[in-house]
Structure formats: C-alpha cells, structure tokens
C-alpha cells in the first residue's frame, strides 16, 4: 500500500515570506500526485496536480510543485505568501493504475501573519 | 454547477445507536469515494464506488460500517451501533472517471457521545 509522508505539521510565517512543503511517497508504481487545500471552514479544494508530463506543475493561486521521480517527492512551493494562503494543505497520491482510492499525507497546517 | 453535497452537516449520537450519512455527487460522476478525517489519523479512504462494479470496501474498519449506492448516483455510509472512536468528519468525493481528480463535499461532522 502506499504512505505519504509530510514533515513539519505546523508552519507559521509571515506575509511575503516563501513556503515550501515537502511530501514523499512510498509506492513502487507510477502515481498520480495531487495537493488539496483546506481554507478554515471550508471543504478540500484541489491546489494541483500531476499526472504525466512537465514535472514542474503550476496551480491556483500561485503555488507549483515539482515532481522529482528519484526522490519520490512532490513538494508545494509559493515565492510569497499571503495572509488568505493560512489553511492545511494535503499532498495526496493514488496509483496509476489501481482503484483509484488516494493515500493522504497528515498535512501541513500553514498560518500566515498578516 | 453544484458541487458535491452531503448531509447532515453535523450530526451528535449516543453510542450505540446507529447513523446514515448521506452523499450526493457531482451529476454525470461515476465514481464516488468516502474517507474518513480524524485527529491523530488524518484522512483515511474508507469505500469506493465505480459505475456497476462491485464496490471496493477494503478501507472499511469493522463491519459495523456498510455503504451502498443507489441508482448510481446518492451513496448513504451507515455505521451500525456506533463507538467513541467513530468521531470523525466523514467525507464524501466524486471523480468523472476512475482515473481523474476527485472533488469532495463539505462533510459530515459525526459525533458520537
């Protein structure tokens, strides 16, 4: 089965500053790769994702992440944050092929000080 | 377009007593999943649903949970003679296809006294 692995569960920076969240994975197959997001209060919403392709993907509001083979990462990365960015992100992976079901990381929660 | 529902948003239960969560996917989904989103575990799947095929209940945690689609469309999860350790916010997500992005209700948050 595959695990996902998040490191430092509680982030706090400041506006303007950069954030990168790094998300491993263990699973001997081709996977897809995904973020979501979790605004206070609201429902997970999709960040990004990769499937196939350009390993360096782009998503809403200005985050990307890149996806390295050989390390079996997918970290999350914006240059500069801002306040609304506070909310728990989730790195997500499922088999290429397989039932589809996503393994999730513990996520990273990520408040911002204005 | 609508987005996926569930309902209820909240629900409080003494133990013991059995519940019934009920998803509404994105029209036109064929394939619906429910996790689970705990303290302590983070988000675990718990079944999945795709088109007629035979469900993949391989994420269910005791068989005090069961699940089933009607019609191919609403999904109830039902959890029988429920325990403390069910609390938990109970999510719902539907994919246009067994290999796309999955997009997920606000949940149910299950409380069980």
């Known amino acids: 089965a595959q695990s996902v692995s998040q490191h430092n569960h509680h982030v706090i920076l400041s506006e303007a500053a950069s954030l990168e969240l790094g998300c491993n994975y263990s699973?001997?197959?081709?996977?897809?790769l995904f973020w979501y997001v979790q605004y206070p209060g609201q429902h997970l919403q999709l960040l990004l994702k990769?499937?196939?392709?350009?390993?360096l993907v782009k998503g809403i509001k200005g985050f990307e992440a890149e996806f390295i083979k050989s390390k079996f990462s997918f970290n999350l990365r914006k240059p500069s944050v801002q306040w609304s960015d506070t909310a728990e992100y989730f790195c997500a992976v499922n088999p290429r092929l397989g039932n589809n079901r996503l393994a999730f990381g513990k996520g990273n929660q990520v408040v911002v000080i204005p | 377009g609508a987005g996926v529902s569930q309902s209820p948003s909240n629900k409080v239960t003494e133990k013991g007593k059995d519940v019934e969560l009920r998803c509404d996917p994105i029209s036109g989904h064929t394939a619906l999943y429910w996790y689970r989103q705990s303290l302590g575990q983070g988000l675990e799947f718990l079944i999945y649903?795709?088109?007629?095929?035979?469900?993949?209940k391989s994420g269910l945690p005791s068989d005090r949970f069961s699940a089933e689609r009607t019609g191919g469309s609403v999904s109830t999860l039902t959890i029988q003679r429920t325990q403390q350790e069910d609390s938990a916010v109970y999510l719902c997500a539907s994919s246009r296809g067994q290999a796309n992005e999955q997009f997920f209700g606000p949940g149910t948050r299950l409380t069980v006294l």
């Open positions: 649903f795709q088109g007629n095929s035979a469900p993949d």
């Open positions: 699973y001997g197959g081709t996977v897809n």
């Open positions: 990769y499937f196939s392709g350009d390993p």
